[in-house]
């Protein structure tokens, strides 16, 4: 195998959201396959204490970048740190979300509209942003869905609506974007382990369980499971490959029918 096709040396990736869980998990993935890594989010102490962990581990050059992702002022400027510092953006990584649960009934309007802008509008806005940066450019666009990207949630009503959406504009953005050499994939996460799902597990005594249960690999998920399916979509490797997902999940969509071994 040509393990060049997955080197990412002298590309500048940008991930939204990249300073906590799966963020960071793919941050750490892209770093380890040479690439520089912009760090775009709210808490820059944060990010900080990311990109210098990164610097360390794998030697690699780092930012850290301003971005309210519901605000869409701050993602019309956030280019302009990244093309300051590198000069070119190859890979962008809209990582950033939230989500709050209860029933359909039971939200705001407020809250509709929050859970939307930092989850969907937001990853239109920072790839219309990126694309005259990427166009011509073989440029890479990985967003995050989820698996309710692909089945309903009852108590997580808008976020499944963003995350849907997230996925079809994935799609459109493929086809738009081909002939600009652009390629735009999804990765929906399952269960995983991250601050996000930490209150969940609290909310919901009986989640730790089910997804043990339930998860064929027998496990939660980590950040670093997304470190391999994020360097595929980022590098070469899937050069012909768009408008696609992945899902990392240990099985779990696929594990509906799973009886107890004998
Ligand atoms: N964990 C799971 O089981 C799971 C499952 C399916 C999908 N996902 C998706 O995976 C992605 C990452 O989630 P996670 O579990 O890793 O959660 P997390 O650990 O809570 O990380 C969320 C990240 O998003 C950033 N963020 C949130 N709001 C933002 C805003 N308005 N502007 C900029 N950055 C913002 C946060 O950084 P700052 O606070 O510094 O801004 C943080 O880095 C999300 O899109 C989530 O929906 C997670």
Not at 69 to 93: A, N, T, W, Y
Request: net charge neutral; aromatic share 6%; charged share 20%.
């Amino acid at each position: 195998m040509n393990l060049k096709l997955f080197d990412l040396t002298d590309k500048v990736a940008v991930v939204t959201g990249g300073n906590s869980g799966i963020g960071k998990g793919i941050a750490r993935g892209l770093a380890g396959a040479g690439c520089s890594i912009v760090i775009a989010s709210r808490n820059l102490e944060k990010s900080r204490a990311a990109t210098e962990e990164l610097e360390q581990e794998f030697g690699v050059k780092t930012l850290c970048v301003p971005l309210d992702v519901k605000d869409s002022e701050s993602i019309r400027c956030m280019p302009e740190h990244v093309m300051q510092r590198f000069g070119r953006i190859d890979i962008l990584v809209n990582n950033a979300g939230m989500n709050r649960r209860k029933l359909p009934q039971d939200f705001s309007v407020d809250e509709w509209d929050q859970i939307l802008d930092t989850n969907l509008r937001s990853v239109f806005l920072c790839s219309q942003v990126m694309h005259p940066l990427m166009k011509g450019k073989g440029g890479k666009i990985i967003n995050i869905g989820s698996l309710t990207s692909i089945v309903g949630s009852g108590r997580t009503s808008p976020y499944a609506a963003s995350k849907a959406g997230v996925l079809q504009l994935t799609r459109s953005l493929a086809v738009a974007w081909a002939p600009d050499n652009i390629q735009v994939n999804a990765i929906l996460p399952g269960y995983i382990s991250t601050p996000l799902t930490v209150q969940a597990r609290k909310d919901f005594p009986g989640l730790d369980q089910h997804v043990l249960e339930r998860t064929p690999a027998g496990r939660w998920g980590t950040p670093e499971d997304f470190a391999g399916p994020a360097v595929f979509l980022a590098s070469r490797a899937s050069d012909f490959v768009t408008g696609d997902f992945i899902v990392v999940d240990g099985g779990y969509v696929q594990g509906l029918f799973l009886i107890p071994q004998p």
